[in-house]
């Protein structure tokens, strides 16, 4: 028995270090299908590395008035996507970290990280930072509603928040046709463009000083801080694309520990996540950027539809 | 059965076609002749029901009895004075306003329409088509309230279009769930919507669904009957559209909604087991009588004014329906009848009294007695009907109804003592001026035909002091179905 | 009760059923003429799909009749009518701006939530496994309801009125398999006409007011000063 308790923990470190791992690859991946989406010519899918290596090199310059917060930002932020990022099944189901794979405790996580980046981004004392940090908690004080109510229609359905334990029951339900599952998918998924700051909430590419949310709070980092900040982005991305991805089409994750399994479940996921890019580029492409007083807009539809799951949920799903 | 057909058939045979020589000169007459043949085949259908009791068709899609054949021969008869009025009336307007051939053929064919939608709902056994009837009475007046495309009538018609519709849109949804309760019970899926087969099963329909259709029927039906606060389409279609509409509006329309009403009060009493349908339908009455009284001081339109004071009697007839009993029944079905009749007469005064002032607003129709007296004396005799002065019949029946109400709800005479004599004071502060004042210079005279007025006033004193024996009988039998029994102590 | 035991057809009449309430929301919010109308259509489309559902599943052959009549009426007919009105009165590329969106969007909300408790009493009465759409049925109809008094473009109110309608019908066919069929027939006819009198007075409207800006019929007052 304790072999295999050890197994399982090496198994969840192995699974969360593939998913920092990759979270790269997939944003490489998306910049790749949308350059070839634009007609431009396309990077390399390893360059998000590239970039990651070449700032990690780079000399540390800070401000002058940056204070202790300013510093620890970028290690906070890291280690607690890192953690989420450990609570999210990748993979296989019954690891040893499902206990705590609550999606509350994930919730918390983020908000967590965005607490201290809107800090950092105040700390320095300039207009650019400031403004972003103000425009970053006005778009989380939007979309974090909208979030747990989609959340709390997929814990209504599956009698439980825990992430783990909902996949498991969506994969013995079996396809059935949920309302719900539609509209939070569509919630969850608008939210997830405002949280990771894609189009059209906020352009990841651009440093227009007008529009910038998430770049402008990280405007004054470099060197590994800034690596480690980018890197951040890139596996909350991924946390969002595999939380969609599994939780909606559990199909193909690993639930037991054999090698066969892990080894569909390593596809599948790959499989999704290439699919989930692609559809984000279309989207990107097809979309415009709004206007910053149209974001709550987006995110209030967000909300209605995550309610509407919600309602639907308790109406027809469950009834009387 | 034949007169039940033929009358349907007269209706549909008017409105085709009228809607091809509607304007034609002589259009006129013919549509006083077509209604002439609806009272005769209305009478005979009467005849037929006072003989041989309740008819019900073939394929059970109508049902005749004692309560809906007096309503059928009411509106007939209304359909036809208020035909011999419009038949000059709209003449006159088609001249003064400039109605074209268009509008003269669908003013007449749709007037026939209306009458036939109105007959459909009253003849209805199935109550998903007595509210295709009243939503087609509707679709058949709206354009008429529209006619004559001033901003104001088609506002009006536009409020009367929508708001009726949602309205009765609720009614449809109260059907739906009476049908829904009565399929539970009822083996043929088809006979569920039969009022003859839902009333002998009312016992065992489910009382909480029931509830619940009874407000929604209440809603719909209740916007056409203009209980306040769904009142408020009522003033603006009868003020804006033509005379003649106002007249069958106030006299047919509001009455065939509030049968409907007392139809769906009847099965529910009888699910229920309690009063709880009379009680609402007492308080929204209530409401509407007060609330219709005070509106009344406040208006400037002769027909609007005339309009809020229909509100107000619908609203007393809706409130003595809730009553219950053999007193407060027999009281309201009359004060149906004296109601429709004083009603229409005074609108058919009151379109002429608008020719001859050239306008409708009051503060500009004055000294009437003087420019022509026959008119002068129409709508003082007529308004002193109207306020239920002795001997009129609506006298007779606001006695009978207050009577009714001191026996059984002593604290609620005071109320309605006071909403009458409120009423009163309006109706004759607007009325006095109009009727003795000094004449503006150029008011001249018009030609009118006051046979519908002078017949209406005949009946209304005839019912008011001496009530014929068939008719009294009549409506001893419609009281009887409509409350089970005829209890001679109350009468005492 | 429990979603996955029912039958596949079962399944899509409450997907369907969630995504006209959907579509209401939509009517509720969208603010420009021509998807207002598109939204419009394609609750008749679901309407008719649950109808066929219903029809399919009950064997109530009468409602592929019903289902057939409200695929050409409320899918084809009326917003082909109301698309070519807007066009040759020229507003299908206009927008009404909604003072408040999100709020208007909460009270719709609120309906919904309202409209699950009327229909308690009716559902716990029905045998039919779908029961639980009467709720969403009612839940139209108010909505309805909210985009007549919230919007002020005559047509966005046409357009809340029929889906008023859609939702009577709707309440009709899961609650009872539909009404009897003649009446059916009458209310079509009715709502046929309705919509072709509503197009008469899209002109006379914009002829005495020169606009379609329903607030602005304000002559007539409950007391004239």
């Known amino acids: ?320 | 059965m034949t007169s039940l057909w033929l009358l349907l058939a007269i209706a549909l045979f008017g409105t085709a076609l009228l809607a091809l020589i509607g304007h034609l000169p002589y259009a006129g007459r013919v549509s006083v002749i077509i209604s002439a043949a609806k009272v005769a085949a209305s009478l005979w259908l009467a005849y037929g029901v006072l003989e041989h009791g309740p008819l019900l068709s073939a394929g059970k899609l109508f049902f005749v009895d004692a309560f809906n054949v007096y309503l059928i021969v009411l509106t007939t008869f209304v359909g036809f004075t208020t035909a011999i009025f419009s038949h000059r009336y709209m003449a006159h307007e088609a001249d003064v306003r400039g109605l074209g051939h268009r509008r003269m053929r669908l003013y007449h064919s749709m007037y026939h329409a209306f009458l036939f939608a109105m007959l459909a709902a009253l003849v209805a056994n199935n109550l998903g088509i007595l509210w295709v009837a009243m939503e087609g009475a509707t679709l058949a007046t709206v354009l008429l309230v529209s006619i004559y495309r001033t901003p104001e009538s088609v506002e009006a018609a536009w409020k009367y279009f929508v708001l009726c519709g949602v309205g009765i849109a609720q009614a449809l949804f109260g059907t739906v769930l009476l049908y829904f309760a009565a399929e539970q019970v009822i083996p043929n899926r088809d006979d569920a919507l039969l009022w003859t087969v839902l009333y002998a099963t009312a016992g065992s329909l489910d009382p909480t669904v029931l509830t619940l259709a009874f407000v929604f029927l209440l809603i719909g039906y209740g916007t056409k009957v203009g209980l306040v606060p769904l009142h408020n389409w009522l003033p603006d279609a009868h003020s804006e559209g033509p005379t003649p509409m106002s007249a069958i509006l106030s006299g047919l329309l509001l009455n065939v909604a509030l049968y409907a009403l007392v139809r769906v009060k009847m099965l529910v009493d009888g699910s229920l087991g309690t009063n709880l349908a009379g009680h609402l339908l007492m308080g929204f009455g209530l409401v509407s009588f007060m609330a219709a009284g005070l509106f009344l001081h406040r208006q400037r339109d002769i027909k609007r004014m005339f309009s809020y004071s229909s509100i107000e009697h619908m609203g007393l007839m809706t409130f003595a329906f809730g009553i219950g009993g053999t007193l407060a029944t027999f009281g309201a079905l009359l004060h149906m009848t004296v109601h429709s009749l004083a009603k229409s007469a005074l609108f058919v005064t009151a379109g002429h009294v608008s020719q001859v002032a050239g306008t409708q607003r009051i503060e500009r129709i004055r000294g009437l007695i003087r420019t022509q007296p026959a008119l002068g004396w129409s709508l003082l005799i007529g308004t002193v009907a109207l306020a239920g002065f002795p001997p009129f019949g609506l006298f007779a029946s606001e006695f009978l109804v207050l009577t009714a109400t001191i026996n059984s709800w002593p604290w609620l005479a005071l109320p309605l003592l006071v909403g009458l004599s409120i009423a009163f004071a309006g109706l004759f502060r607007h009325l006095q001026p109009m009727v003795y004042g000094e004449p503006p210079p150029g008011q001249t005279p018009v030609r009118v035909n006051l046979l519908p007025v002078l017949a209406h006033m005949v009946l209304l004193l005839w019912l008011g002091l001496a009530m014929p024996g068939f008719l009294a009988d009549w409506f001893k039998q419609a009281t009887v179905l409509i409350t089970g029994s005829w209890d001679t102590d109350e009468l005492l | 009760m429990d979603l996955a035991k029912l039958s596949l057809s079962d399944q899509a009449v409450i997907a369907s059923a969630a995504l006209i309430l959907f579509t209401s929301f939509i009517m509720l919010a969208q603010a420009r003429i021509r998807p207002l109308i598109y939204a419009f259509a394609w609750q008749g489309v679901l309407l008719a799909l649950i109808t066929a559902l219903v029809a399919l599943v009950s064997g109530q052959s009468h409602l592929y009749i019903s289902a057939a009549l409200t695929l050409g009426l409320k899918a084809f007919l009326i917003p082909w009518m109301l698309h070519r009105l807007a066009v040759r009165l020229n507003v299908q590329h206009e927008v009404e701006p909604l003072a408040n969106p999100s709020i208007l969007l909460l009270i719709g909300s609120a309906l919904v939530i309202f409209s699950y408790y009327v229909s308690v009493p009716i559902v716990q009465f029905s045998t039919l496994v779908i029961r639980n759409t009467v709720a969403v049925s009612v839940a139209v109809v108010l909505l309805g309801m909210l985009v007549m008094v919230a919007r002020d473009k005559a047509i966005a109110q046409v357009v809340g009125f029929m889906s008023i309608e859609n939702g009577l019908f709707f309440a009709a066919v899961v609650s009872t398999y539909g009404m009897p069929m003649v009446v059916e027939l009458g209310i079509a006819f009715d709502v046929l006409v309705a919509a072709v009198l509503f197009g008469v007075f899209f002109f006379q409207i914009r002829a005495s007011i020169d606009s379609l800006d329903v607030s602005r019929l304000n002559r007539l007052r409950e007391i004239d000063e």
């Open chain 1, 1 to 320: 028995m304790p072999n295999d308790t050890v197994l399982a923990w090496l198994l969840a470190v192995v699974q969360t270090l593939l998913f920092i791992g990759a979270a790269p690859l997939l944003a490489g991946w998306i910049k790749r299908v949308k350059c070839h989406m634009q007609n431009r010519a396309a990077p390399s899918l390893i360059q998000p590395y590239r970039d990651l290596a070449k700032l990690f090199r780079k000399e540390l310059v800070l401000a002058e008035n940056a204070s202790w917060l300013f510093r620890a930002t970028p290690y906070i932020v890291f280690a607690a996507l890192v953690l989420a990022a450990a609570t999210v099944p990748l993979i296989a189901l019954s690891s040893p970290t499902a206990a705590i794979a609550d999606v509350i405790v994930l919730v918390g996580f983020f908000a967590l990280a965005r607490f201290f980046l809107a800090l950092a981004g105040l700390d320095i004392g300039t207009a650019f930072g400031g403004m972003g940090s103000s425009r970053e908690m006005t778009i989380a004080s939007l979309s974090e509603p909208a979030m747990l109510m989609a959340v709390f229609t997929l814990a209504l359905t599956a009698h439980t928040t825990n992430l783990s334990e909902a996949i498991e029951h969506n994969l013995a339900a079996g396809l059935v046709l949920r309302p719900s599952f539609l509209f939070a998918l569509l919630g969850l998924t608008m939210v997830a463009i405002a949280e990771c700051g894609r189009i059209p909430i906020d352009n990841p590419a651009t440093h227009l000083e007008l529009t910038m949310v998430h770049e402008a709070m990280v405007l004054e980092y470099a060197g590994r801080n800034l690596a480690l900040l980018e890197w951040a982005g890139q596996i909350k991305l991924m946390i969002y694309g595999v939380l969609i991805a599994n939780i909606f089409w559990p199909w193909g994750i690993a639930e037991t520990l054999d090698a066969a399994a892990l080894g569909v479940g390593v596809v599948a996921i790959a499989a999704k996540l290439t699919g989930l890019g692609i559809l984000l580029v279309v989207w990107e492409t097809v979309i415009a950027k709004m206007r910053l007083f149209r974001v709550p807009q987006f995110l209030g539809f967000a909300f209605l539809l995550a309610l509407l799951g919600m309602l639907t949920q308790v109406i027809l799903e469950t009834g009387t």
